[in-house]
């Protein structure tokens, strides 16, 4: 991640704010009128500085070797940026390793999806554009026990206990995951719900799955 631009307000420049972060960024600042910065930023209230920064993002070889965790997600076609965002700081909060992208998912550099990830997909490794056919590929350094996300028949999530590693696989907001993801996968994971109750949304039922399987490995080590 590499700063590349600094924009701040004159108000701004003068506040003891400014003097205290100002001397700790590489490069110098560029003062820019006030209502030129708000319609740079998509943001309700600019608080009188931008950063422009290049943030890279490559598919799964630029992952390399992956953080050695219990568990890795892997999002398929997830449209909304929100979402991905919460996923992602989801994702970070129960110890995912990395986070994993197909093609069609919403950017991760997305505005909304880095709000909503509340700097989580700052510091993950992310890896975007991946095809289901490539998660078996040797470029993962650690043989993963794949897991899909649905809605009803796979086993329940109380009553699962998996394999570590675990890739854990969950679709789109509205088809969910494919058939073709859904049989190359080592098992499906249902989390029971009411039967009044189609679906979770997907940031909801990851979550759900990822703090259940926190608290097993958590009993298991005592």
Same mark, same amino acid.
């Given at each position: $991640?590499?700063?590349?631009?600094?924009?701040?307000?004159?108000?701004?420049?003068?506040?003891?704010?400014?003097?205290?972060?100002?001397?700790?960024?590489?490069?110098?600042?560029?003062?820019?009128?006030?209502?030129?910065?708000?319609?740079?930023?998509?943001?309700?209230?600019?608080?009188?500085?931008?950063?422009?920064?290049?943030?890279?993002?490559?598919?799964?070889?630029?992952?390399?070797?992956?953080?050695?965790?219990?568990?890795?997600?892997? %999002?398929?076609?997830?449209?909304?940026?929100?979402?991905?965002?919460?996923?992602?700081?989801?994702?970070?909060?129960?110890?995912?390793?990395?986070?994993?992208?197909?093609?069609?998912?919403?950017?991760?550099?997305?505005?909304? %999806?880095?709000?909503?990830?509340?700097?989580?997909?700052?510091? $993950?490794?992310?890896?975007?554009?991946?095809?289901? %056919?490539?998660?078996?590929?040797?470029?993962?350094?650690?043989?993963?026990?794949?897991?899909?996300?649905?809605?009803?028949?796979?086993?329940?999530?109380?009553?699962?206990?998996?394999?570590?590693?675990?890739?854990? $696989?969950?679709?789109?907001?509205?088809?969910?995951?494919?058939?073709?993801?859904?049989?190359?996968?080592?098992?499906?994971?249902?989390?029971?719900?009411?039967?009044?109750?189609?679906?979770?949304?997907?940031?909801?039922?990851?979550?759900?799955?990822?703090?259940?399987?926190?608290?097993?490995?958590?009993?298991?080590?005592?």
């Amino acid at each position: $991640m590499k700063l590349e631009l600094v924009l701040a307000t004159p108000a701004f420049l003068g506040s003891a704010e400014a003097h205290s972060l100002l001397p700790r960024l590489s490069g110098s600042v560029t003062e820019i009128d006030e209502q030129i910065l708000e319609e740079l930023c998509d943001a309700d209230s600019p608080k009188g500085i931008l950063g422009v920064v290049r943030l890279p993002r490559t598919g799964l070889g630029g992952l390399q070797a992956l953080p050695d965790r219990d568990v890795y997600l892997y %999002a398929y076609r997830i449209q909304d940026p929100g979402n991905l965002g919460a996923l992602a700081r989801t994702g970070e909060a129960f110890g995912s390793g990395a986070l994993i992208l197909s093609p069609d998912t919403v950017h991760p550099n997305h505005p909304r %999806a880095l709000r909503a990830s509340a700097g989580s997909l700052l510091r $993950m490794p992310v890896a975007v554009g991946v095809e289901p %056919a490539e998660l078996s590929s040797s470029t993962l350094s650690r043989k993963l026990t794949s897991v899909a996300l649905v809605p009803r028949g796979g086993t329940r999530l109380d009553q699962f206990r998996p394999d570590y590693p675990l890739l854990l $696989m969950v679709g789109s907001e509205g088809a969910g995951l494919p058939e073709t993801i859904l049989d190359q996968a080592d098992s499906l994971l249902t989390i029971p719900t009411s039967e009044s109750v189609e679906s979770l949304n997907v940031t909801v039922a990851a979550s759900v799955v990822l703090w259940q399987l926190q608290r097993q490995r958590a009993e298991i080590s005592r």
